[in-house]
């Protein structure tokens, strides 16, 4: 079976702070965040993503952030992209320019 990013079963786990989905095999893969809620507007930090190798190139972390930030906008949070890939996603894709904190 193919893995395409329609198929992936992208979840977001609110008790350890992460978008993430489970390969077969256990190996998962995650965008976590941390959440600022002490602060006008509130803030959502992208802080680490993991993609396993054979992942690569078939558009899911892309899947992953594109969940995180419409999260982030439904929520009204300003998004904070400290991972080098949370950070190229945003500069890769400026209309969700007016999410950045």
């Known amino acids: 079976m193919e893995i395409t990013t329609k198929s992936l079963d ?3 786990d609110t008790a350890n702070s992460k978008f993430h989905f489970n390969m077969k095999g256990g190996e998962e893969v995650y965008l976590k965040y941390k959440l600022h809620t002490d602060s006008t ?3 959502i930090e992208f802080t680490d993503t993991y993609v396993p ?6 558009g899911i972390p892309d899947a ?3 969940q995180a930030v419409r999260f982030a906008e439904k929520m ?3 998004i904070k992209a400290n991972c080098p890939f949370m950070s190229g996603y945003m500069n890769r894709h400026p209309e969700f320019s ?3 904190a």
């Open 53 to 58: 190798e054979v992942l690569e190139g078939i």
């Open 41 to 43: 507007p509130n803030i």
């Open 64 to 66: 992953m952030a594109l």
């Open 76 to 78: 009204g949070y300003k």
């Open 98 to 100: 007016h999410l950045r």
């Open 10 to 12: 992208i979840r977001q």
